[in-house]
């Protein structure tokens, strides 16, 4: 094989792990902000249940001023029914302290409602408080993982960056432009081998004489279709 293309070969596998370095290091963000969305969506669930917990505790005690309102009223009227001395007047107010007794049976009966919504709520408050730290031990857990990840990642990236920069110092600069050129549009494949008189990068059939310089391994050779660069590899 041409002492360049195996340089060249050893530059393309450098290449092809930094570049899935970074990718991985590209989507940690979103792994990130996956950690954030469901501990906030746990948060929020928490905190929605609570408020649905005080609005029904703040219904409860609307009711109960509510009817504490209505007993003082029938106060007020067996009061003023020992005033008066007509049978119309005295009619009249115990129909109305019936009314309000009849209008707080009805608000209690919708207090004990309440009071088994509340219960219910506080069971629902209990789970999502759970889910909560659940989502916290795991967003914790998880955040952990992914730091540590990105750093080894990271470590890993530093290292072939410097690998790559010696591999590169040793190719000559017009076949180093060619070759970042062709990884760069050709899907991380500038080079590629030979096989069955066959390009493997576009699978196209080369000329018998493309064939030909490429095993002879004396000049850097050019697929005649794709323009990647080609060595020998039939076995």
């Known amino acids: ?24 290091l590209k989507v940690a963000p ?3 902000k996956g950690l954030e969305d469901l ?11 609570k408020q649905k917990g005080r609005e029904i505790e703040v ?13 003082d009223q029938i106060a007020k ?28 049976q009805g608000i209690e009966d919708r207090e004990l ?3 088994e919504q509340a219960e219910q709520q506080k069971a629902a408050v209990g789970d999502a408080e759970r889910g909560l730290a659940e989502a916290k031990a ?41 070759y970042n050129r062709l990884f760069a549009s050709k899907h991380d494949s500038a080079i590629v081998a030979v096989e069955h008189e066959v390009c493997g990068g ?3 059939k080369l000329t018998p004489s493309t064939v030909a310089k490429t095993k002879a391994a004396k000049t850097v050779t050019h697929c005649d279709h794709c323009g990647r660069m080609l060595y020998y590899g039939d076995v």
């Open 1 to 24: 094989m041409l002492k360049d293309i195996e340089n060249l070969l050893i530059l393309q596998d450098r290449d092809r792990k930094i570049r899935a370095l970074k990718a991985e």
């Open 202 to 204: 576009c699978h196209m």
């Open 113 to 115: 409602g309440l009071m």
């Open 39 to 49: 501990l906030t969506g746990a948060t929020a669930k928490t905190e929605a249940e």
């Open 77 to 104: 009227y067996n009061q003023q029914k020992l005033q008066t001395r007509k049978n119309e007047e005295y009619q009249a107010l115990t129909n109305e302290a019936n009314r309000c007794e009849a209008e707080i």
């Open 138 to 178: 795991l967003h914790a857990r998880q955040s952990q993982h992914l730091d540590e990840k990105i750093q080894a990642l990271q470590v890993q990236l530093t290292d072939l960056e410097a690998q790559r920069s010696g591999s590169a110092a040793g190719i000559d600069e017009d076949l180093l432009d060619t």
């Open 59 to 71: 219904e409860r005690k609307k009711l109960e001023n509510d009817a504490r309102a209505k007993r």
């Open 30 to 32: 979103t792994e990130r």
